[in-house]
């Protein structure tokens, strides 16, 4: 089973969009997905509760930082872990960051973005001298003007490597809480992040 996450420290950067989004991408490629919330918020759980069968995408609440050892719970069952993390800094961020394959994120390309990674950068750091390597890459996300040199130095500088994907703002992904179906650009964008080499 292959794992991804999507997390950021600051609420607004769509990572909730964005888990549930490509859990119903891959579902649509006919994966077994299992999106786990692990937002105490619950919004996956609640948009599971309407949508998910419909896309034939099965969600859990996870409340406990236990994220790492529940991989080898569900890999019997299914081929993807897709996972939702909380908009804070937790033992939570650090059982996701221990447990998934690869961590993507979300930053619109905002100074109040950027500025709130110092956070996740440090906890990096420290996951790093106990051995674990989170494999991250931060996602320019809700994209309308497109990110600045400024801005792309100012996430280097914190030592994180920035995806080459690019989500630009559209309709489409507010449409997703509404339970629309993913265009064929959506989820052939989504797709592309899965298959991207994440070091």
Do not use: Y
Request: aromatic letters at 8%.
């Amino acid at each position: 089973m292959q794992t991804v996450a999507f997390i950021h420290q600051k609420g607004g950067t769509g990572k909730t969009t964005l888990a549930i989004a490509t859990a119903m991408a891959l579902a649509s490629q006919g994966a077994r997905v299992l999106l786990l919330d692990a937002d105490v918020q619950g919004t996956a759980s609640e948009w599971a509760s309407h949508w998910g069968e419909r896309f034939r995408v099965v969600a859990r609440s996870q409340i406990q930082p236990i994220v790492h050892d529940q991989v080898a719970r569900f890999a019997p069952m299914f081929e993807w872990m897709v996972v939702d993390g909380p908009p804070t800094l937790s033992d939570m961020t650090t059982s996701i960051l221990r447990g998934a394959d690869r961590v993507f994120v979300p930053v619109r390309p905002s100074f109040p973005d950027i500025w709130a990674l110092e956070g996740l950068a440090a906890l990096c750091t420290t996951l790093r001298t106990t051995g674990a390597n989170p494999a991250m890459r931060v996602l320019w996300n809700q994209v309308v003007e497109w990110p600045t040199s400024a801005m792309r130095a100012a996430v280097e500088s914190k030592g994180f490597t920035i995806s080459p994907a690019v989500i630009r703002w559209e309709a489409v992904w507010s449409n997703v809480m509404e339970g629309r179906s993913l265009p064929t650009s959506a989820v052939d964008c989504l797709m592309q992040l899965m298959k991207e080499p994440c070091e």
